[in-house]
């Protein structure tokens, strides 16, 4: 018989190893950091800060979530209400990796504030891999940014914006192929579905045609037409996946590939992609299969990610938030390539502001931070505020404290300490001579 800790739970809990016990702390410290749970100074907005969170043993095992979608792209619940439904999961890290597209980003990131969950802001990217043979197949990237954001936004968000309106005459070629299968759809109707300002996926024609009476169901519509290679699929305008993924090393981001499983030569795309800077690929899924591609990903040395892949259909055949039960030691690599990581990206950031600063510079820093906040909070949206303070303030949502302290950001707050920000206006300091 177990003792009284083990009582009533079926199974004795197994010894951590020295390295998951390593892992766990690291995690922790990370999670539930010391310098978001302290009094904020008088110079940090409220709002701009995650509740404080309770203390937590190593051996407590946080939930991450890396893998989701809201109704910003294929899926069917506000980011708000994502990050609602993921609390409830017990999420505490929440990555949300909508199609092609950030635009849910603040508001998860204003909601999750609010709930004591930590986002990762994220993109699931499409993209095109080329074969040997000529022939093409789309591969998914996932694409994992700190809470800065990426670096070069515009870089990134010029692709996104390309592949997003190659999405539009996708849809519509899909609805001409459909039109000559006598299965017709109304264009207006499928745009209603996808919702104001998403392109819409095979996934809103899928719901289209489901509603049109043409298929029973999603399963059926995509089995039967809208496959890759099915009669009614078509082909978008996305950049070749090694493309994609040296954009996203370039912007500051880790770049995992998505459900390898899908893919029909997953070795070669593997191998083509980490030739090309790929960190890590999605091993673990809800069911618990890993079907070979941990040894691909150890063959490659990848780190190995999973995530639910959540839509928010409902129904038994998807898997919930939360659901992937990631080893620790897993989150471990993760966190530790990805930190120094979005640590450059915030070094970045912030050195392009210290060089220009400017207003809409100002909006760009924190365009995953609620600007609109940050100016009417009590210390920001008074009489005036150093430029100073406004580094002070991203760097400790951004970053730990100790990563906040290295010399260039030191540097970078001298050279702001002059300037500084009147009724949401940035003032340069008068030139001496």
């Known amino acids: 018989m177990g003792g009284g800790k083990t009582k009533g739970r079926g199974k004795s809990k197994k010894k951590l190893s020295p390295e998951q016990i390593l892992a766990s702390r690291y995690i922790h410290d990370w999670v539930f950091r010391e310098d978001r749970d302290s009094t904020p100074p008088a110079s940090t907005a409220e709002d701009f800060l995650p509740p404080p969170r309770p203390p937590c043993s190593a051996g407590h095992r946080p939930v991450f979530e890396f893998h989701c979608h809201s ?9 708000l209400s994502v990050v609602q439904k993921a609390h409830k999961r017990g999420v505490k890290v929440l990555a949300l990796t909508d199609h092609d597209t950030m635009a849910g980003i603040p508001e998860a990131m204003e909601a999750a504030n609010k709930l004591g969950i930590l986002i990762i802001p994220g993109v699931e990217i499409s993209s095109l891999y080329s074969t040997e043979a ?22 990134l968000n010029n692709l996104l914006t390309s592949i997003r309106t190659g999405r539009v005459l ?21 745009v209603k579905i996808a919702g104001e300002g998403v392109a819409p996926g095979r996934l809103h024609v899928a719901r289209a045609m489901v509603q049109a009476g043409h298929v029973e169901n999603l399963k059926q519509a995509f089995n039967k037409y809208l496959h890759d290679g099915g009669p009614a699929y078509a082909k978008g305008s996305e950049p070749s996946a090694e493309a994609v993924v040296q954009l996203i090393a370039n912007t500051g981001g880790v770049a995992a590939l998505a459900h390898p499983w899908a893919l029909k030569n997953p070795a070669a795309v593997i191998r083509s992609l980490e030739a090309a800077g790929l960190h890590a690929m999605e091993v673990y899924r809800s069911d618990g299969k890993v079907d070979g591609f941990g040894e691909l990903a150890d063959l490659h040395s990848l780190i190995k990610l999973g995530g639910s ?37 915030s070094k970045s950031i912030l050195q392009s502001f210290a060089e220009e600063p400017s207003s809409q510079r100002l909006e760009k820093l924190t365009i995953f ?5 940050l100016k009417q909070s009590p210390s920001i949206g008074g009489d005036c505020c150093r430029c100073g303070q406004v580094v002070d303030l991203c760097l400790s949502s951004w970053l730990m404290k100790e990563e906040g302290t290295e010399a260039e950001f030191d540097a970078i707050r001298l050279k702001l300490s002059q300037t500084v920000i009147s009724d949401g206006e940035i003032q340069l300091p008068i030139a001496t001579h």
């Open 71 to 79: 109704k910003c792209s294929d899926g069917f619940l506000s980011p």
């Open 134 to 155: 000529g022939t093409e197949e789309l591969v998914h990237i996932l694409a994992y940014y700190g809470g800065c954001g990426p670096a070069k936004h515009e870089e």
């Open 170 to 190: 996708r849809a519509k070629d899909m609805l001409a192929k459909l039109n000559k299968l006598k299965l017709p759809l109304n264009w207006e109707h499928i």
């Open 309 to 345: 892949d959540f839509h928010g259909r409902g129904g038994n055949d998807e898997s919930e938030l939360g659901s992937v039960n990631l080893p620790l030691v897993s989150i471990y690599r993760f966190l530790k390539l990805a930190r120094p990581i979005w640590c450059n990206a």
């Open 369 to 373: 931070g609620r600007p609109d906040k």
